[in-house]
């Protein structure tokens, strides 16, 4: 059950789904419908918010002053309230104060406090954490990559990605200046999977790094993405053991997405055997999941299970109910990609776009087909 305070009709709880712990939110409910509406009035980036449900760590044996560090985060109200979005997770052991306070709205009839202490207990695996996959999957990778996605088998910390991760040159040494190091390391809200980018101003010919240093990886060479077992899960645990990847630098890509290209494997009618699509090159793998979906005639997504393979080459889809005849489309969003960040309209490096060709990113393109 969560932890739960309740001040008169005001109640603070503390929201997570146990299989991702880092999920957890801070929500206060039963809310009055007008002060719902006074804050559903307020811009996301209002610091109103921080003012009327403000979370903070806080120390041991504090009294609740002021002086005790915010947790910056997001909004979002609900049906009879709202809801605090850490954004990043709030980090086990560590005592919390969540406090709801209406009364900056200048609104006398809302005056109604609630306070909440709270911490997460330390998550205790019996199974030792390690990298189950780096995609791209392939070891055939182009000379402008534009990042990698490591999966771990458990939730992990942040903080030592910059000095556990390298790539390797072809004489085993890590290779300048070739991965980007981004202030705040780039985790799902799973803490499972880790978005390592190569440098994007080596990738973008013309721009100054590229000019000064070329590409990161070059053609014809080949590398290793070496990952330390100095790497921390959420159970304060290292890894398992260091993980290498190697990989051969191909030419670079650098023409859209062609659809037109695709092979399509349309399924049987009555069987709940899978539509399967066939890709020239691969694609990304983390937006391939959301970026492709299977309508029916009346443009209802059918649901089902995604699969991908074949070195992110080969999707397929697999319905819950078996297949009836009729008219059906692969709809593709246009936040699709591929490994380079080439997208249905361009290149990763192409030139700025017009007006009218951003309007026209944001259309889906459609594939249809039709089982008898």
């Known amino acids: 059950m969560s932890p739960r305070v309740t001040n008169n009709r005001v109640t603070l709880t503390i929201d997570s789904d146990s299989r991702q712990p880092a999920s ?33 760590v ?54 109604e406090v609630a306070t909440l202490d709270f911490s997460l207990p330390k998550q205790v695996s019996t199974a030792c954490t390690e990298v189950k996959h780096v995609y791209p ?28 991760i390298r790539l390797l040159g072809p004489d085993g040494q890590p290779v300048p200046d070739v991965l980007y190091r981004p202030p705040v390391e780039l985790w799902d809200r799973g803490m499972r999977q880790l978005t390592v980018l190569l440098d994007p101003g080596r990738l973008k010919r013309g721009v100054g790094p590229n000019r000064e240093l070329g590409p990161p990886l070059k053609a014809g060479r080949e590398y290793t993405l070496a990952i330390g077992s100095g790497l921390v899960d959420f159970s304060g645990r290292p890894l398992r053991a260091g993980f290498q990847k190697s990989l051969r630098v191909t030419e670079a890509v650098r023409e859209p997405i062609a659809v037109e290209q695709w092979k399509i494997l349309p399924p049987a009618t009555k069987s709940r055997r899978p539509i399967v699509l066939m890709f020239p090159k691969p694609l990304d793998w983390a937006v391939l999941w959301h970026s492709i979906t299977i309508l029916s005639s009346s443009d209802q997504p059918i649901e089902g299970r995604i699969a991908i393979d074949q070195e992110e080459k080969r999707w397929s889809f697999t319905p819950t109910s ?8 692969v709809s593709i969003a246009p936040t699709l990609e591929d490994v380079c960040g080439n997208s249905l309209l361009g290149a990763f490096d192409r030139p700025l776009h017009s007006a009218n060709s951003l309007v026209r990113e944001e259309t889906n393109r459609s594939i249809p087909f039709h089982l008898a």
């Not at 078996?322 to 489309?329: I, Q």
């Open 24 to 56: 957890v939110c801070v929500c206060a409910h039963n809310l009055h419908p007008d002060l719902i509406a006074s804050l559903g009035n307020c811009s996301p980036a209002d610091r109103l918010w921080q003012s009327i449900l403000r979370v903070r």
């Open 58 to 111: 806080a120390e041991a044996g504090a009294p609740g002053g002021e002086n005790l560090p915010d947790v910056l985060g997001r909004y979002r109200v609900l049906g009879n309230g709202i809801r605090f979005i850490p954004h990043f997770p709030f980090e086990p052991g560590v005592r919390f104060r969540a406090a709801f306070d209406p009364r900056p709205l200048d609104r006398p009839e809302f005056s």
């Open 137 to 164: 999957s392939g070891d055939s990778l182009p000379e402008n990559l534009l990042r990698f996605y490591v999966c771990f088998s458990n939730s992990m910390q942040r903080g030592r990605a910059e000095e556990q």
């Open 322 to 329: 078996p297949w009836a005849a009729g008219s059906y489309s």
